[in-house]
């Protein structure tokens, strides 16, 4: 911090005034000095400087050089920083560098300011802030420059998210429900009034599938935003998944353009912890025909559940996508897997992700700025966004849209007359933006369909040219390693699905499998080695033949 100049010669320049006896303009002379020699605050280093620094000049009015942010705002109660006060572990592990620095971070420097006048979001800096300094960590405002994250920046532009051609939303509405009750809205103008906040952020957002989460059970309240949904965007045709389910429980749903998207095969899902909160489908986009699978879930609540169990809620998306990927129509390894995890980045639940080969999309485009969710004053991600490192390749952006956690919890709908788009949650929205392009996936290991007997054995081969002719050797052993069947050429039988797939099939229907392999089916029940070649390249799968 420094002084600034202006006093080198102000004694002399006292003096001959007074000489003069100009007294009136010695009296401006003097406090245009004096207000040209303001205090300037200026911190070289996050990691040592602190509010205490702000000692020497209590009672004084001093000038901020580095831009402050608003960190809280609650009921007008205004409180700013020199940097956003991040939860340290969205940051790093606990007891590592990066999570220790966050912390440190997080304790110095948070300053509670009155005077400011109007309303004022978190995450707004202002600029060469003027402030008296109460104590070392309360100001009063005297002036500065607001700049950025307003709400007409926010209705002017969704988050850059590149030249997507779809457009992925994840959404926690915050119990959106039509039954009234201890969930949802109180009362019927609370549930009106929570719909048009609601449905104002959805039109906004636009997006051609939503995953949303915190719906009451059954299809009433999906049912209720499709209708208002399809009103608002005539151009739109919304539709989701109907189920049996009832009560006042919540649960995760999907809602899609039915024009743009359609579902292959059918949603499935995990019960494991929690039921109903965990579920997937594929969508085929129906301009391109390519795929991807899409995953919303809701993972258990920190207030009562243990970080454990929402560790086992991440096993089972994770296996139950290694299973789902493998279906016969759908032989997809595009998966997008979004929700509120209850977890934040650096926690166990997110490590099993990572730890089988997922891609951390906030990280991956935000680095440690990412958030989508405040607690206690302090910013984080909770609402996920992870991709295969297939579908990586084909993610135009990601971010979080901050329409609610920036904004002061009095505009929720049952406390305010605001009805706006924001604060219809306490989540933001997340949003991804996709091009799909099977052209820049993996390819999928060729999968074996066993069957239940051994009557007819289909096997796939993924290939990248649309005029390949895949050449394939197969050979089928027991597991003792006894020869049932010598290297046979086969041809593929046909195209399944998708232009970039051929299937095989051992069966005594197939026109293209010679007489003699015939001879050997159906094979008796027990397990097999099945191996098949295709150039230089040997895929083993094992066959349990009941």
């Not at 300037?40 to 009672?59: C, E, F, K, R």
């Not at 002017?156 to 997507?164: E, K, V």
């Not at 796939?460 to 050449?471: A, F, K, L, M, R």
Request: glycine share 6%; with cysteine; proline share 3%.
């Amino acid at each position: 911090m420094h002084i600034c100049k202006y006093f080198t010669n102000f004694v002399a320049d006292l003096i001959q005034i007074a000489m003069k006896k100009h007294f009136s303009v010695l009296i401006i002379l003097f406090f245009g000095l004096l207000a040209q020699a303001q205090v300037h605050i200026t911190i070289d280093n996050p990691d040592t400087w602190s509010g205490q620094a702000l000692a020497p000049y209590v009672g004084k009015t001093v000038i901020f050089d580095v831009p402050m942010i608003v960190c809280a705002n609650a009921n007008g109660n205004y409180v700013v920083s020199p940097w956003r006060k991040f939860q340290p572990e969205s940051h790093g592990y606990i007891g590592t560098a990066d999570y220790n620095a966050t912390v440190r971070v997080n304790n110095n420097c948070m300053f509670s300011i009155s005077g400011i006048s109007g309303y004022h979001r978190c995450g707004e800096k202002i600029i060469g802030l003027r402030a008296k300094v109460n104590s070392t960590s309360s100001l009063t405002w005297q002036g500065g420059t607001w700049q950025g994250n307003t709400r007409a920046d926010l209705e002017a532009n969704l988050p850059d998210l590149g030249d997507y051609r779809l457009l992925v939303c994840c959404f926690n509405l915050e119990n959106y429900f039509m039954s009234l009750g201890s969930l949802g809205a109180k009362t019927e103008d609370g549930r009106k009034a929570q719909r048009e906040k609601v449905s104002k952020a959805l039109k906004r957002i636009n997006a051609d599938i939503y995953g949303l989460v915190e719906l009451e059970y059954g299809n009433a309240a999906v049912a209720d935003i499709r209708d208002t949904l399809n009103k608002l965007l005539p151009d739109r045709n919304y539709v989701f998944f109907y189920d049996g389910l009832s009560g006042q429980s919540q649960k995760v749903e999907f809602l899609y353009d039915a024009n743009v998207v359609e579902p292959v095969e059918t949603p499935v899902g995990s019960d494991a912890e929690t039921a109903n909160r965990k579920k997937m489908i594929c969508f085929r986009e129906k301009a391109t025909g390519e795929k991807f699978i899409y995953s919303i879930n809701h993972f258990k609540s920190m207030n009562d559940g243990s970080n454990e169990r929402r560790v086992k809620e991440a096993s089972a998306v994770v296996k139950l996508y290694n299973s789902y990927r493998k279906d016969p129509l759908i032989r997809e390894n595009d998966g997008l897997f979004m929700g509120d995890l209850n977890c934040y980045a650096f926690t166990d639940p997110i490590k099993v992700f990572l730890n089988s080969g997922f891609i951390d999309l906030h990280r991956a485009f935000h680095a440690d700025s990412s958030y989508s969710y405040m607690y206690s004053g302090l910013a984080s991600y909770i609402d996920h966004a992870i991709c295969s490192e297939q579908m990586y390749r084909q993610v135009t952006g990601m971010a979080a849209y901050h329409i609610n956690s920036d904004e002061d919890d009095k505009y929720t709908y049952d406390k305010s007359n605001d009805r706006t788009m924001f604060r219809c949650s306490d989540h933001d929205p997340v949003l991804v933006g996709l091009k799909l392009d099977s052209t820049l996936s993996l390819n999928l290991d060729p999968y074996v369909n066993n069957g239940l007997n051994g009557d007819s054995l289909t096997f796939y081969y993924i290939y990248t040219s649309g005029t390949e002719d895949p050449v394939v050797y197969f050979d089928i052993y027991t597991l003792n390693g006894t020869p049932v069947c010598k290297p046979t050429l086969i041809k593929y039988e046909g195209d399944i699905f998708e232009k970039h797939t051929k299937y095989y099939s051992l069966s005594t229907s197939n026109p293209n499998l010679l007489d003699e392999v015939k001879a050997f089916l159906p094979l008796q029940p027990g397990m097999y080695v099945l191996h098949f070649y295709n150039k230089g390249t040997v895929y083993s799968h094992k066959l349990l033949i009941r």
